[in-house]
């Protein structure tokens, strides 16, 4: 089953504007993570927040984290053409959740050129 | 350093036959995780293995099996194949399986007939 819900569904841009994605989840986490996913090829990882931490910046990625309302959200800004993938978050539980994220349904964006 | 690699890319089974799935981790890395991917059901987590111990499994039915070698090379194996089955199935790896982001490979993608 599904940790949780992803916000937008579908995102459609224009290249050089900011994408917003937002994601819920339903248990206690150690962390969450982000992942792109061009075409139904293999997953990439993009940024780890724990669950003490609250922003955290990789290029022109920045994700926040409200634990007290679990949720995050993923901003990609100055969009680009090749951003455009589903997106997905993950959540792990740590303790003795070896090896098991629990992935939302993940938002397709399209960046148009 | 080298990626995840899964093979085969591509796999075509009929109904009732069994298959076997492989997974080599990044160097070092001891924990290899196996996920599901289908349009119905997204991203499900099967199982992980650690130094050649399942330490986690998800809520598959027992068809589903895995194992891991010595060299932290991991196989997965589905047997009597039900039209269901058909999904990409997704190898991550990580250095402890928890605390850590995972490194995915590009996945085999499975067609039960």
């Known amino acids: 089953s599904q940790q949780g819900e992803e916000d937008p569904q579908a995102l459609s841009i224009q290249e050089g504007e900011n994408a917003t994605m937002n994601c819920s989840y339903k248990?206690?986490?150690?962390?969450l993570q982000w992942y792109r996913q061009n075409s139904g090829r293999g997953l990439v990882h993009l940024i780890l927040i724990r669950s003490n931490e609250r922003e955290k910046h990789s290029g022109r990625l920045r994700v926040t984290l409200d634990t007290s309302k679990k949720s995050s959200s993923l901003l990609i800004t100055a969009s680009r053409a090749a951003d455009t993938a589903s997106y997905f978050c993950a959540t792990n539980a740590g303790g003795t959740s070896y090896g098991k994220l629990t992935f939302g349904q993940g938002t397709i964006l399209t960046v148009h050129p | 350093k080298a990626g995840v690699t899964q093979t085969p890319r591509y796999l075509i089974k009929t109904r009732g036959q069994q298959v076997t799935l492989s997974c080599s981790p990044i160097?070092?890395?001891?924990?290899v995780s196996w996920y599901q991917q289908t349009p119905g059901q997204g991203l499900q987590f099967l199982f992980e293995?650690?130094?050649?111990?399942?330490?986690n499994k998800g809520n598959f039915p027992g068809r589903f099996s895995g194992r891991q070698f010595s060299n932290s090379r991991s196989e997965m194996n589905v047997s009597t194949l039900e039209l269901g089955d058909s999904a990409l199935y997704l190898c991550?790896?990580?250095?402890?399986?928890?605390?850590?982001?995972?490194?995915f490979g590009s996945g085999t993608r499975l067609t039960v007939v």
């Open positions: 248990t206690s986490i150690n962390n």
């Open positions: 293995y650690f130094s050649e111990t399942q330490r």
């Open positions: 991550a790896s990580s250095s402890d399986g928890t605390y850590y982001g995972y490194t």
């Open positions: 160097s070092g890395h001891r924990s």
